[in-house]
């Protein structure tokens, strides 16, 4: 089911806009038997797309439009766009490419919508992707993704280098612990506009690998964590998986003035029922709360 973001925003002319909230898959996950899923295929209300935040200044008579992440559902997220996108400036009936697209690290639920940006589907001509230069450098050097790759313009960037956007809004990458395959790297990203600074941080190893952590959440206005897994019960057996927990998540927020969004939420994960307790607990929490598909923040 494709779901819209209504257009404008009360809180400023610069925000960013949450385009998904699930873990790489999303809900309902492929070949998944589980009640969440089973709900989801049954039922394409339930459905819920893979994280990813786009920001968007509408100074510009033509707005301006960066995504981050390109996800599997990455279709239905610029579709959620087109109000902001606007027609494409040579082709009738298709959407104008977004103005750029940063990565954060090469795992699925992250870059498998790079494919629908290629030849075969949007052709994207000198489309700038920002991302780990390690990153990049393993996108451009894989044989599959050639074809798609030739219509990217990639623009490696360095942790803590910021990058401007505009002359009052600006994005910049931290490098974070993270599962990395392929020694790429792994970026969160911290975008500071003219009012609040907001971090995206979906996916991280574990807190205590982050010294920083806490000083970098406690620097910004608003930050969109990994929350996977509630626990590791929901693995049924399987090793843990390298994120932290959303109850580590909870105390080490506990002192921190920032609002904190829950994000990248496991298809198996209790904060998918808002009738359970751990969504009771969630609601009673201060500064915590489970992110939504069309959430915004001025920035």
Not at 79 to 89: E, I, N, S
Not at 140 to 160: D, H, I, K, N
Not at 259 to 273: A, G, K
Request: overall charge negative; hydrophobic content about 45%.
């Amino acid at each position: 089911m494709a779901m819209s973001i209504r257009e404008g925003f009360a809180g400023g002319d610069v925000f960013a806009v949450l385009l998904g909230s699930m873990q790489d898959a999303g809900l309902p996950h492929a070949g998944c038997q589980c009640a969440h899923c089973r709900a989801a295929f049954a039922d394409p209300t339930r459905i819920r797309y893979a994280t990813s935040l786009a920001i968007i200044d509408h100074r510009p008579e033509s707005p301006a439009v960066w995504l981050i992440d390109a996800t599997p559902d990455i279709k239905y997220q610029l579709h959620a766009l087109a109000g902001y996108l606007g027609p494409h400036p040579t082709r009738p009936g298709r959407l104008r490419q977004p103005d750029g697209l940063f990565l954060t690290h090469g795992h699925m639920g992250h870059t498998a919508g790079l494919a629908h940006l290629g030849p075969e589907v949007m052709a994207v001509g000198e489309l700038p992707v920002y991302g780990p230069a390690g990153l990049l450098q393993v996108l451009s050097a894989t044989a599959l993704w050639r074809p798609a790759v030739q219509g990217f313009a990639f623009r490696p960037l360095e942790s803590l280098q910021s990058f401007l956007l505009a002359p009052d809004l600006t994005i910049t990458p931290r490098l974070v612990p993270h599962r990395d395959e392929w020694r790429a790297g792994t970026f969160a990203y911290e975008i500071a506009g003219p009012h609040q600074r907001l971090l995206y941080l979906p996916d991280i190893d574990s807190w205590a690998a982050w010294p920083e952590a806490v000083a970098v959440l406690a620097g910004v206005n608003v930050a969109l964590v990994d929350a996977s897994f509630w626990s590791d019960a929901e693995l049924g057996g399987r090793p843990p998986v390298a994120h932290p927990l959303v109850p580590d998540t909870l105390e080490l927020v506990a002192e921190v003035d920032t609002q904190i969004v829950l994000t990248h939420l496991n298809h198996t994960n209790p904060l998918l029922n808002p009738a359970g307790p751990e969504s009771q607990l969630i609601a009673q929490t201060r500064n915590v709360r489970v992110g939504r598909f069309g959430q915004q923040w001025a920035l």
